[in-house]
């Protein structure tokens, strides 16, 4: 969504503050040269706004354009306070350490993870710019919340300048295996930079496991369950926090007699009688390479009919600087190409590709919209969509395809699951959950929709926050 209101200014102290690379809105500039703001993409965003909304805190972050100083601000029921980038930190910090180092060894090495010194001073130096800026807005004995892997040792940081502070860490992506971790030549300074957290929240418990252990192997801690002693005998915990979405907005939108008759034209628009939705950041981890190949093979085979079968896939577009993210563009716009160009008609394209960013009612419409959703990432540490999906199925039907190697499977368990590496067995799953009876649909559909409305984000946040508390 963009906005070109001026926003309003404002000098902030806050007893609640939220710290993460991104703040929730982004700069954007018109071909005209005038600036306004929109929604940053990706889970944390969208996960965070509600909760914000909600509670009279302060989000520090950057505001995704280099080489701006901005002043905070007030925005959409949020506090902001910017926190400025240049050129060279955006591409060593974020585009290099955090997306080509973190982000691929985090998610199980399914790209090759870079190590460059130079981007590990900038990470560094960035860190310690946010945790400057977090203890600059925070009142004293306030609550700190950091986010997510761009800045790991933030909370260490921030312990060292304001020790009056309750400070809670959480990881939105997943936390690798040992022996992938040890990879890391800094891997003391990460692990000592995220355990400056009094909590530590995980998507998942065997995160919080591997976490653990590595604070007892690698740096010869004290654990016990949960618990971690420091060096200095101060004791923090890590757990898993199972994130999730506002269930009940996404339901109420869903149901609105707009975004029903939207959801209607999308149907008429597509002409088609099934149709089957993809919608992802364009990342290398959400497996778009093979979930395309088996859709195409599907259509080549006839076992799913051009003529009657439609695959929308959304790939909102992200980190477009970065080199895997461009191969990845390439590569799926040659296979959607061949696909369309050998088996489409006049009008007719077996998949609907869009590399564009919706607004959220555009989303819910999709989701009503659409008869199997297809959720198949490498490895994801939640995924929302799936979630998005489910919340906005109020008729208990539809279908959801979901990979082993998302964090949500632990939940959505009645979705039907796959392994998303073995293209014929997705092949065969996609194909089941689009056949499945009504009343099959309807007995997935009614367990998942109990699971997303009873593990909503409000309780994510409130059960961390609880627990943050007693610690
Ligand atoms: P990630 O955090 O890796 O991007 P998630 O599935 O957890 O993945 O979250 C993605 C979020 O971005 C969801 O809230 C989804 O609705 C939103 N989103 C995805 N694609 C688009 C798009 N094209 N336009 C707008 N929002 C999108
Ligand atoms: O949830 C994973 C996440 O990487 C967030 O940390 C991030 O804000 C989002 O997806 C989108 O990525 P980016 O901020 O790099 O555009």
Same mark, same amino acid.
């Given at each position: 969504m963009t906005s070109s209101s001026d926003p309003q200014q404002i000098a902030p102290k806050a007893e609640f503050v939220v710290v993460a690379n991104r703040l929730a809105v982004e700069r954007t500039t018109a071909d005209d040269g005038s600036s306004g703001w929109q929604t940053s993409p990706g889970g944390l965003v969208t996960a965070l706004v509600p909760i914000m909304q909600a509670k009279d805190g302060a989000w520090v972050g950057w505001h995704g354009a280099p080489d701006e100083e901005l002043e905070p601000f007030h925005h959409d029921g949020i506090d902001m306070v910017p926190v400025a980038?240049?050129?060279?930190?955006?591409?060593?910090?974020?585009?290099?350490?955090?997306? &080509?180092?973190?982000?691929?060894?985090?998610?199980?090495?399914?790209?090759?993870?870079?190590?460059?010194?130079?981007?590990?001073?900038?990470? =560094?130096?960035?860190?310690?710019?946010?945790?400057?800026? &977090?203890?600059?807005?925070?009142?004293?004995?306030?609550?700190?919340? =950091?986010?997510?892997?761009?800045?790991?040792? =933030?909370?260490?940081? @921030?312990?060292?300048?304001?020790?009056?502070?309750? +400070?809670?860490?959480?990881?939105?992506?997943?936390?690798?295996?040992?022996?992938?971790?040890?990879?890391?030549?800094?891997?003391?300074?990460?692990?000592?930079?995220?355990?400056? %957290?009094?909590? =530590?929240?995980?998507?998942?418990?065997?995160?919080?496991?591997?976490?653990?252990?590595?604070?007892?192997? !690698?740096?010869?801690?004290?654990?016990?369950?949960?618990?971690?002693? !420091?060096?200095?005998?101060?004791?923090? !915990?890590?757990?898993?926090?199972?994130?999730?979405?506002?269930? &009940?907005?996404?339901?109420?939108?869903?149901?609105?007699?707009?975004?029903?008759?939207?959801?209607?034209? +999308?149907?008429?628009?597509?002409?088609?009688?099934?149709?089957? @939705?993809?919608?992802?950041?364009?990342?290398?981890?959400?497996?778009?390479?093979?979930?395309?190949?088996?859709?195409?093979?599907?259509?080549?085979?006839?076992?799913?009919?051009?003529?009657?079968?439609?695959?929308?896939?959304? %790939?909102?577009?992200?980190?477009?600087?970065?080199d895997e993210y461009r191969r990845l563009r390439d590569d799926i716009e040659l296979l959607v190409g061949r696909i369309n160009g050998d088996l489409g008609q006049f009008g007719r394209p077996p998949v609907n590709y869009l590399h564009q960013s919706f607004p959220r009612d555009e989303m819910a419409a999709l989701y009503r919209a659409s008869d199997v959703m297809v959720v198949t990432p490498l490895r994801d540490g939640m995924n929302l969509v799936a979630k998005e999906y489910v919340a906005c199925r109020g008729g208990n039907d539809g279908a959801l395809v979901l990979s082993e190697f998302a964090g949500a499977a632990r939940e959505l368990k009645q979705a039907w699951q796959v392994n998303p590496y073995d293209i014929d067995g997705m092949k065969a799953t996609i194909l089941e959950a689009g056949r499945a009876s009504a009343r099959e649909q309807g007995r997935r559909m009614r367990a998942l929709r109990k699971q997303v409305s009873t593990h909503d984000i409000n309780r994510w946040a409130e059960t961390f926050l609880a627990d943050l508390d007693a610690v």
């Open positions: 980038l240049s050129e060279a930190e955006v591409a060593e910090y974020y585009e290099g350490m955090s997306n &080509a180092t973190f982000w691929p060894l985090y998610h199980d090495s399914v790209a090759f993870p870079e190590f460059h010194r130079e981007w590990w001073d900038a990470y =560094v130096a960035v860190n310690r710019r946010f945790a400057e800026a &977090a203890a600059e807005v925070a009142e004293a004995g306030g609550t700190v919340w =950091v986010q997510d892997y761009q800045l790991q040792l =933030v909370p260490k940081l @921030l312990r060292e300048l304001r020790p009056d502070l309750r +400070i809670g860490f959480f990881l939105h992506i997943p936390f690798p295996p040992s022996e992938l971790f040890q990879q890391l030549p800094w891997r003391r300074a990460v692990l000592e930079g995220v355990a400056g %957290a009094d909590l =530590v929240g995980f998507q998942v418990p065997g995160a919080a496991t591997n976490f653990l252990n590595l604070l007892r192997r !690698r740096l010869g801690w004290e654990t016990h369950r949960h618990e971690f002693v !420091r060096p200095d005998g101060s004791r923090g !915990r890590a757990s898993a926090y199972p994130i999730s979405i506002d269930t &009940a907005g996404f339901e109420a939108l869903a149901n609105s007699p707009e975004v029903e008759a939207r959801a209607a034209q +999308i149907r008429e628009d597509l002409g088609a009688e099934t149709i089957f @939705l993809g919608v992802d950041r364009l990342d290398y981890t959400k497996g778009l390479r093979h979930r395309i190949r088996a859709f195409g093979e599907l259509f080549t085979s006839g076992e799913l009919d051009p003529e009657k079968v439609v695959f929308v896939q959304v %790939a909102t577009p992200s980190r477009e600087r970065v």
